[in-house]
């Protein structure tokens, strides 16, 4: 078993840019042993639009069911749900569940956490007054709680805040308050004993140097115990397994002795 693993990709049932079957053949291109296709769930963010709804959701997984046929020779394959912190959708019938905060809720008012550059500045400035550690303090005091709401296996992008933060532009990550909410945030999702996804959809995206969580918070999480696994949060086929080796590599560095994987049986480890 090679473990090449991939469990957060998107596709024409939401916000991605290929089709399912589309996805799933870039998948066996790419030498994935294990391919995992995670759609947005519905939320109760009124701004909120396509993502899963009641009436594509049983499309989508009798879709992934055919393709799991299909392709059984090939790839194994699971059909997963990126679960909101606000979804309002059960997320039953799916073979995994990641767990994602995309939205703080301050003052009465929604906001997504990674809205660009400047919709972050005008998050910071109408709800936060001009305060972004306050805006990171929020987000990370939410996303604290995303596997207890979300009952997700795996925590998705913890650090996504950070997202639109190149060099620094918007915060520093090593200020204390940032440092601070962000273990505290660690450390209350430690306890539920989940996944921390490795995630490089930034880093394809947009151009970001540095894959979510940011290297010192995976040598926090690799001293605390922490479990892993890789995910590319592929929103297009080229996406697929995006620097997965550079990232075993990192893992490595910081002193993780093996990743997970998904298999029929539950998540398995992996050497790294
Ligand atoms: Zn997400
Ligand atoms: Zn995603």
């Given at each position: ?30 030498g ?23 009436e ?49 809720e301050?003052?009465g ?47 998705g ?13 918007l ?34 995206r947009?151009g ?11 040598r ?35 002193g ?16 790294l």
């Open positions: 078993m090679t473990g090449l693993c991939d469990l957060h990709a998107h596709t024409t049932y939401c916000d991605g840019a290929d089709s399912c079957e589309g996805m799933v053949l870039a998948a066996i291109e790419a994935l042993e294990v391919f995992g296709i995670s759609e947005h769930s519905r939320t109760s963010v009124p701004f909120d639009t396509g993502n899963l709804t009641a594509s959701l049983p499309r989508y997984l009798a879709e992934m069911r055919r393709l799991r046929e299909k392709y059984a020779d090939k790839i194994t394959l699971f059909a997963g749900i990126e679960q909101d912190r606000l979804g309002d959708m059960p997320a039953d019938g799916f073979d995994y569940v990641i767990g994602s905060t995309h939205f703080i301050e003052k008012e929604f906001r997504f956490v990674d809205d660009g550059r400047d919709g972050q500045r005008e998050t910071a400035d109408r709800l936060f007054g001009g305060d972004f550690y306050a805006f990171a303090e929020k987000y990370f005091e939410t996303e604290a709680s995303v596997a207890r709401v979300t009952h997700c296996g795996i925590v992008h913890f650090d996504l805040v950070n997202k639109n933060n190149e060099n620094g532009l915060f520093d990550t090593s200020h204390p308050r940032y440092r601070a909410a962000a273990i505290s945030s660690m450390s209350e999702i430690l306890k539920t004993q989940r996944l921390f996804e490795v995630n490089t959809g930034a880093m394809y947009v970001r140097g540095e894959q979510y969580p940011q290297t010192w918070l995976l926090e999480l690799s001293e605390r115990g922490g479990e892993v696994i890789l995910s590319s949060d592929a929103h297009a086929a080229g996406a697929l397994a995006y620097k997965f080796p550079e990232m075993e590599e990192l893992l490595r560095s910081v993780f002795k093996h990743r997970k994987v998904l298999t029929p049986q539950g998540f398995a480890d992996i050497k």
